[in-house]
């Protein structure tokens, strides 16, 4: 106990990290503070407040602003959809390789056409939100009339959500966007339990016990998923310089199973959002429509975890494509007179470093998908349903990924400033224990 309050006080005697932390807290109470501002024109009596299939997991995602016909209700989720939209544009249209290779222009732009194309979605998303998701009953004026303020306000609330995301990431702790989904989602989880202890009563204390121990385990095992690295050796060759001898020692470049952290689970969590939404415009008109959405519209499908699970593995490989290059790595290493004991220099490296990263992805692209669709398994097993979205799925991805990479910043910050860590023994992976990338 004298550890942790020792930590908290190093933690807030750092001028920039107590304001960063500051900063984050002071970003996400304006974040809950919004999700309970109702759209202009709307009874909230009225409304049933209890979404349902994978209504109810977009509610768990955005705290509760989807049920209460929020003006945040459809929170940060186009701004993630136009960013799956780019990135894939970023593969395979050469216009956009080369905005990409332009340096910080070029991602200004990138971030531009971004922002453009989230208004789009959520003009679309906001119109099936307002046609699908509020009830008639619960509209206090004209259908059209509130039908067009109420896109142009969820509209506004999602470029604020966006302005929010990217304040964190500027002034606060963590990464903004997947700070706004994380704390959308602790927010439901107190609820949750309490909710579920109610529901099996005394009766049903022993079930209880076990849920909160299986609940345990899942967590350690995603905790391993999301730490796990396979580090590569790299030897430095001896140089001397000005009489002193450099190099020669050997270090390692740790390369995580699970490279691309929560992003996929995150992109492919906003696309099977977009069936269920698109649905509810046509479900009257149209039996396909209304198939799709049902389909789509329940979590525990087998059509809706297999899409998804093809999508988290699909993403996951395409995100890490992106974000780690073996070939700038190999580069580097060459450059700085490194190599891996038995590799030649360059294009072996690579092709070394991209095999590795090959067959480290695809087990962990899998176990991903299996932890993302768990919730669906132990829905049918008797878990209730609201409580049952914390077992893996995009919830515990989500807070598992983004505490662990907070935690990573601060340790760090403690690290540079001479502080003890915050581990007893051994240091969060990701922060300085793997600073061993060449440069």
């Given amino acids: 106990m004298n550890r942790f309050f020792s930590t908290i006080k190093n933690i807030f005697s750092i001028e920039e990290l107590r304001d960063r932390i500051l900063n984050t ?21 009225k409304l049933s407040g209890d979404a349902q299939g994978i209504f109810g997991l977009l509610d768990t995602i955005l705290g509760g602003a989807f049920s209460n016909a929020s003006i945040f209700a459809l929170g940060i989720m186009p ?156 030897q430095y060759a001896k140089q001397v310089v000005g009489g002193r001898v450099y190099g020669g020692q050997r270090q390692y470049i740790p390369l995580k199973v699970n490279a691309s952290g929560v992003m996929p689970i995150i992109f492919a969590q906003s696309l099977m959002f977009l069936p269920a939404l698109l649905a509810n415009l046509w479900a009257d008109d149209s039996d396909t429509a209304a198939y799709i959405g049902n389909v789509f519209s329940d979590f525990q499908s087998w059509q809706y975890n297999l899409t998804f699970a093809l999508l988290i593995i699909v993403f996951t490989f395409l995100y890490t494509a992106i974000t780690i290059n073996p070939s700038q790595i190999a580069d580097d290493m060459k450059r700085n007179g490194g190599f891996v004991p038995g590799i030649k220099p360059g294009k072996e490296t690579s092709d070394f470093i991209d095999n590795i990263l090959t067959k480290i992805t695809l087990p962990g692209s899998i176990y991903l998908a299996l932890i993302a669709i768990l919730p669906a398994f132990v829905a049918r097993a008797g878990v209730g349903t609201q409580f049952s979205q914390f077992f893996g799925g995009t919830s515990l991805i989500i807070m598992v990924g983004v505490i662990l990479d907070t935690l990573q910043q601060i340790e760090s910050y403690l690290l540079m400033r001479h502080y003890e860590g915050m581990m007893k023994s051994g240091k969060v992976k990701g922060s300085s224990s793997q600073r061993t990338a060449v440069a």
């Fill in 79 to 234: 701004y993630i959809s136009a960013s799956i939209v780019i990135q894939l544009l970023t593969v395979a249209v050469p216009y956009f390789q080369k905005m990409q290779k332009e340096g910080e222009s070029g991602r200004k732009k990138i971030t531009q056409i971004t922002r453009v194309l989230t208004i789009a979605i959520t003009f679309v998303q906001g119109v099936s939100y307002v046609a699908g998701t509020i009830p008639s009953e619960a509209i206090m004026m004209s259908q059209t009339f509130f039908t067009f303020t109420s896109v142009i306000v969820l509209t506004a609330g999602t470029i604020f959500c966006m302005w929010l995301g990217e304040k964190i990431t500027d002034k606060g702790i963590g990464n903004g966007i997947s700070m706004l989904i994380m704390i959308g989602i602790i927010s439901r989880f107190p609820g949750s339990i309490v909710a579920e202890a109610i529901t099996l009563g005394m009766s049903g204390l022993l079930f209880f016990i076990l849920e909160i121990v299986a609940l345990f385990f899942v967590v350690m095992v995603t905790v391993m998923l999301v730490q796990a690295t396979r580090r590569i050796p790299v």
């Fill in 25 to 45: 807290i002071g970003f996400l109470i304006i974040f809950r503070l919004g999700s309970f501002v109702v759209l202009p024109g709307v009874d909230p009596s």
